[in-house]
């Protein structure tokens, strides 16, 4: 199964890099411009990398898994999403580092629902972002869109994470 997974993750890139391969032969601009924006990507998020990924592993080290339980933890309660949108709004770099904090806060035993809440506010309420929103479309748009999006993501993530509980949800090592 895994080596599956690999061979059609493999065959994606190979797909994907031919497709731009042959766009930059064509001419065809939709193909350039994708190539253009995923190169710009990789040049903004890469840096962050390196410093992120040596933050989680501090977090792992240094903070106690009794710290993570007390705060984002089954007792925490209406503490933990609180924690977990402060968390996600000071998040920099998008899901891509989002998921691994997630991971991380998994195994430090944060609950699923304040995970899920963590994920869906660091997509929708970072800092940077809202006040790029904020100086676009207004402040009032800024509130009233948090208002409406934050209990709607705190609500799906409490539904979720006990149907995944009363399932028995296990994330796997290495996942």
């Not at 998020?45 to 989680?56: D, M, R, S, Y």
């Not at 609180?82 to 991971?103: D, E, M, N, R």
């Not at 994920?119 to 409406?148: N, Q």
Request: proline share 3%.
């Amino acid at each position: 199964m895994k080596k599956r997974k690999l061979i059609f993750g493999i065959a994606l890139i190979i797909i994907y890099f031919g497709f731009l391969l042959i766009s930059m032969r064509l001419n065809f601009y939709a193909g350039i411009k994708i190539g253009e924006n995923s190169l710009n990507f990789f040049k903004g998020i890469i840096p962050l990398f390196p410093g992120v990924f040596i933050l989680i592993g501090l977090f792992e080290v240094w903070v106690k898994r009794e710290t993570v339980e007390k705060h984002f933890g089954k007792n925490s309660g209406f503490r933990g999403y609180f924690w977990g949108i402060i968390l996600a709004s000071t998040t920099v770099g998008g899901i891509f580092i989002a998921f691994p904090i997630a991971y991380s806060l998994h195994n430090k035993g944060a609950k699923l629902s304040v995970i899920f809440t963590y994920i869906g506010a660091s997509a929708t309420c970072r800092i940077p972002m809202t006040m790029f929103e904020a100086s676009f479309l207004g402040i009032k748009f800024t509130l009233i869109r948090l208002c409406v999006s934050l209990p709607l993501i705190i609500i799906t993530s409490i539904f979720l994470g006990n149907y995944l509980e009363k399932n028995k949800f296990q994330i796997q090592k290495g996942a």
